[in-house]
């Protein structure tokens, strides 16, 4: 069966500092990954996806970014991080058989101080 | 942009009682998904819709893919205390695209 695991769990970082937060996959090949940011009592928005290692879309101009240096491994990262970085952030895979069914992983909470 | 509204945005219920929420818009979608999130955690896939018109249950959740493509409800039979949560509609404009509701809070009551 598939599994997704994200780390850290929880993170607390200053203003300015860089981001790496990882997304891995387990039990399937080629799989869609996506990135989302879940502000504190909103719905999900939508940061970056990719189809294949080194294919990156991203969504929302702002200053993160997003990395797939593997199948199945999926990095969002920031050089300077900002206070309104701050949220809930998910990464979730599909497999596109014409159907895009999403399943998440269990979220990583970034505070930034 | 696309919206999805979802509601009621938040509902509080006795045990027991059955549960119903739904997400509409302005857009058509050719996928409906409905996730349940627990707090500090992230959305686990409840239900996935196809097609048009499609009634779909998972134990006593039953969901039902609207027929203009453009809304979807999903209910709850006899709630129990571990149905408490966020629940959220997601709508599949187009492939890796999906706009999520800004969900429904369910606190149940013993």
């Known amino acids: 069966s598939q599994t997704i695991h994200q780390w850290p769990a929880t993170l607390v970082q200053p203003v300015g500092s860089p981001l790496s937060l990882e997304c891995t996959v387990e039990?399937?090949?080629?799989?869609?990954l996506y990135w989302y940011r879940q502000a504190a009592g909103r719905g999900l928005q939508l940061l970056f996806y990719?189809?294949?290692?080194?294919?990156i879309s991203s969504e929302v101009p702002q200053n993160l970014s997003a990395s797939r240096p593997q199948d199945r491994q999926f990095i969002l990262s920031s050089k300077k991080l900002l206070l309104s970085d701050s949220g809930f952030y998910l990464c979730?895979?599909?497999?596109?058989?014409?159907?895009?069914?999403?399943?998440f992983g269990p979220g990583t909470r970034l505070t930034v101080l | 942009g696309q919206q999805l509204n979802q509601s009621p945005q938040s509902m509080f219920i006795q045990e027991g009682e059955d549960v119903s929420m739904n997400c509409t818009s302005s857009?058509?979608?050719?996928?409906w998904l409905w996730y349940k999130q627990d707090p500090g955690e992230g959305p686990v896939l409840l239900i996935a819709?196809?097609?048009?018109?499609e009634l779909t249950s998972n134990g006593r959740l039953t969901a039902q893919f609207g027929i203009t493509r453009k809304d979807s409800f999903l209910n709850i039979s006899a709630s129990i205390p571990s149905d408490v949560g966020i629940y959220f509609c997601?709508?599949?404009?187009?492939?890796?695209?999906?706009?999520f509701g800004t969900g429904t809070r369910l606190k149940v009551l013993a």
């Open positions: 039990g399937t090949s080629n799989p869609n």
């Open positions: 990719s189809v294949g290692i080194g294919q």
């Open positions: 819709l196809y097609k048009a018109g």
């Open positions: 857009s058509i979608f050719n996928t």
């Open positions: 979730a895979w599909s497999v596109d058989r014409g159907i895009d069914t999403q399943y």
């Open positions: 997601a709508g599949q404009l187009v492939s890796y695209k999906y706009i």
